[in-house]
């Protein structure tokens, strides 16, 4: 590697730290440098949509962990805005240029925003999405200020567990979402509706089949009100839009790699790919922005947004980084997530949707405590448990080995009474 140019990470969050901290480890003793557009050190955010919107952790006391001395030049508050892929050179906001033999792009993801466009105008005040630290500082204040009715729009893990905090502040919240239960793009409506009952207990006013449509302000220009599709309305003085993340990736659009909201594309030795399908030069990918083949979908492309494998990738981009060419060695990972919410600790391995088949292995879903195992085609592809995670290690190892759908009969606690189909939406239209 050329002394001069060294390794540029640009990304200051969990994937660009972790990936800085591997490339030490690995023994690169030459120039580094992390380029963040926010303005703080790397932080964790996990907790923002759990302990930071309960009041129970500051928002500024999120930082993660310097776990090797990186002896690296900082860039914050500084987005990078191109990249010059001939030149070997990473253009910043600023107008100054940084120049890399290797480059690891680790822009994660931004929340999915509420559409603008000149027919609806601009958005009224209240209305919050939830990613950045400063997007949970600005969301715990409106909490705190005790709204009269919080609206979540969207019931995927963030909606969820913004959910469970705000009934937990005691503040009235309505989830409004268009499928039948939450968590059915993640885990299906068979298990999603176990969480329909946790809304239900924790009295949460859930709306399945709702589409909000459009938002209206009072004179002071703050929300009041989301009109829905079906015509009625719902009152509210706050707002969470729920609605996933899209990856960061605008700043490569003249770069000339594969990448779009969906992510940069990869080879499975977390390589970006140019636009002809090729390894472009020193570029690696890694954490929430990478979409790379998944061995456990052959010939399908996946970008994750779990914390875990933004650290796995992170090591293993920055393992092939420093290896030589014919030495760049397959990610094989098993994604992995988990969540806290209404007091339940849900754990994931592997990827459930596409499954056809869904079956409580231990417990029952009427307990809220159980773990199900998903299969495709005879296959088994995921696991999730609800407070049962004693067996999901020994599931990730049969989900890894691909076995036969089910598997591991006969275990203790075990009674297979709950089998069905997972019921997953249709896939959105793009
Ligand atoms: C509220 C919340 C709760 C979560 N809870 C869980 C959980 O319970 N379990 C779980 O497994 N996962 C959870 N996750 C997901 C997990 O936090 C992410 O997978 C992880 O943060 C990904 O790390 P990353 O470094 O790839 O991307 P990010 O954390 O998104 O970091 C990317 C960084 O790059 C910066 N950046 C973007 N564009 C540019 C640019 N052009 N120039 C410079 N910098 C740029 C961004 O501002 C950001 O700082 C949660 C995520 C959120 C938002």
Same mark, same amino acid.
């Given at each position: 590697?050329?002394? +001069? &140019?060294? =390794?540029?990470?640009?990304?200051?969050?969990?994937?660009?730290? /972790?990936?800085?901290?591997? !490339? /030490? /480890?690995?023994?690169?003793a030459?120039p580094l440098?992390?380029?963040?557009?926010?303005?703080?050190?790397?932080?964790?955010?996990?907790?923002?949509?759990?302990?930071?919107l309960?009041?129970?952790? @500051?928002?500024?006391?999120?930082a993660?962990?310097?776990?090797?001395?990186?002896?690296?030049?900082w860039?914050?508050?500084?987005?990078?805005?191109?990249?010059?892929?001939?030149?070997?050179m990473l253009?910043?906001?600023?107008?100054?240029?940084?120049?890399?033999?290797?480059?690891?792009?680790?822009?994660?993801?931004?929340?999915?925003s509420?559409?603008v466009?000149e027919?609806t105008?601009?958005?009224p005040?209240?209305?919050?999405?939830?990613?950045?630290?400063d #997007?949970?500082?600005?969301?715990?204040?409106? !909490?705190a200020?005790?709204p009269?009715?919080? *609206?979540?729009?969207?019931?995927?893990?963030i909606?969820?567990?913004?959910a469970?905090?705000?009934?937990?502040?005691? *503040?009235a919240?309505?989830?409004?979402d268009?499928?039948?239960?939450?968590?059915a @793009?993640?885990?299906?409506?068979?298990?999603?509706? =176990?969480?329909?009952?946790?809304?239900?207990?924790?009295g949460?006013?859930f709306?399945?089949?709702?589409?909000?449509?459009?938002f209206?302000?009072?004179?002071?220009?703050?929300?009041?009100?989301?009109? !829905?599709?079906?015509?009625?309305?719902?009152?509210?003085?706050?707002?969470i839009?729920? *609605?996933?993340?899209?990856?960061d990736?605008?700043?490569?659009?003249e770069?000339?790699?594969?990448?779009?909201e969906?992510?940069?594309?990869?080879?499975?030795a977390?390589?970006?790919?140019?636009?002809d399908?090729q390894?472009?030069?020193?570029?690696?990918?890694?954490? #929430?922005?990478? &979409?790379?083949?998944?061995?456990?979908?052959v010939? /399908?492309?996946?970008?994750?947004?779990?914390?875990?494998?933004?650290?796995?990738q992170?090591?293993?981009?920055?393992?092939?980084?420093?290896?030589a060419?014919?030495?760049?060695q397959?990610y094989?990972?098993?994604?992995a997530?988990?969540?806290?919410?209404?007091?339940?600790?849900?754990?994931?391995?592997g990827?459930? #949707?596409?499954a056809?088949?869904v079956?409580?292995?231990?417990?029952?879903?009427?307990?809220?405590?159980? *773990?199900a195992v998903?299969?495709?085609?005879?296959?088994?592809?995921?696991?999730?448990?609800? +407070?049962?995670?004693?067996?999901?290690?020994?599931y990730?190892?049969?989900i890894?080995?691909?076995?036969a759908?089910?598997?591991?009969l006969?275990?203790?606690?075990?009674?297979?009474?709950?089998f069905?189909?997972?019921?997953?939406?249709?896939?959105?239209?793009?």
């Amino acid at each position: 590697m050329s002394a +001069d &140019r060294g =390794v540029v990470v640009v990304g200051a969050s969990l994937a660009g730290l /972790r990936g800085a901290e591997a !490339l /030490r /480890r690995g023994g690169y003793a030459g120039p580094l440098t992390l380029v963040g557009d926010e303005p703080y050190q790397p932080y964790d955010r996990p907790p923002l949509s759990k302990h930071v919107l309960a009041g129970e952790l @500051r928002p500024d006391a999120t930082a993660l962990p310097h776990l090797v001395d990186l002896d690296a030049t900082w860039r914050l508050g500084q987005p990078a805005v191109g990249l010059d892929r001939a030149a070997r050179m990473l253009r910043l906001a600023d107008g100054s240029a940084l120049p890399y033999e290797k480059l690891l792009i680790a822009t994660g993801a931004r929340a999915r925003s509420w559409p603008v466009t000149e027919k609806t105008g601009p958005l009224p005040s209240g209305i919050h999405t939830l990613r950045s630290r400063d #997007d949970a500082a600005a969301l715990r204040a409106a !909490l705190a200020a005790g709204p009269k009715r919080v *609206l979540i729009v969207g019931a995927g893990l963030i909606g969820c567990e913004a959910a469970s905090c705000c009934r937990d502040l005691g *503040l009235a919240v309505t989830l409004a979402d268009p499928n039948p239960t939450p968590l059915a @793009r993640i885990l299906g409506s068979r298990i999603g509706g =176990v969480i329909v009952s946790c809304l239900d207990t924790a009295g949460v006013d859930f709306r399945p089949g709702t589409h909000v449509d459009a938002f209206e302000a009072d004179a002071a220009g703050r929300v009041c009100r989301a009109r !829905l599709k079906q015509g009625a309305a719902i009152e509210t003085d706050c707002v969470i839009v729920a *609605l996933g993340a899209t990856r960061d990736t605008g700043w490569l659009a003249e770069a000339g790699l594969m990448a779009d909201e969906g992510g940069l594309t990869c080879d499975v030795a977390c390589r970006a790919l140019d636009a002809d399908g090729q390894p472009a030069p020193g570029i690696y990918a890694a954490g #929430d922005v990478a &979409r790379t083949p998944n061995p456990l979908h052959v010939g /399908r492309l996946a970008a994750f947004e779990h914390w875990g494998n933004a650290v796995a990738q992170a090591g293993h981009a920055a393992r092939n980084m420093l290896a030589a060419e014919d030495d760049q060695q397959e990610y094989r990972h098993l994604p992995a997530f988990w969540s806290s919410q209404f007091g339940i600790n849900i754990k994931g391995v592997g990827l459930a #949707d596409g499954a056809d088949t869904v079956a409580v292995m231990q417990g029952s879903r009427a307990s809220r405590r159980f *773990l199900a195992v998903y299969g495709r085609e005879g296959r088994t592809i995921a696991a999730i448990s609800f +407070d049962q995670a004693r067996w999901l290690p020994a599931y990730a190892e049969r989900i890894e080995a691909g076995v036969a759908f089910p598997p591991i009969l006969g275990a203790t606690d075990q009674s297979i009474k709950d089998f069905g189909v997972p019921d997953f939406p249709q896939p959105r239209s793009r």
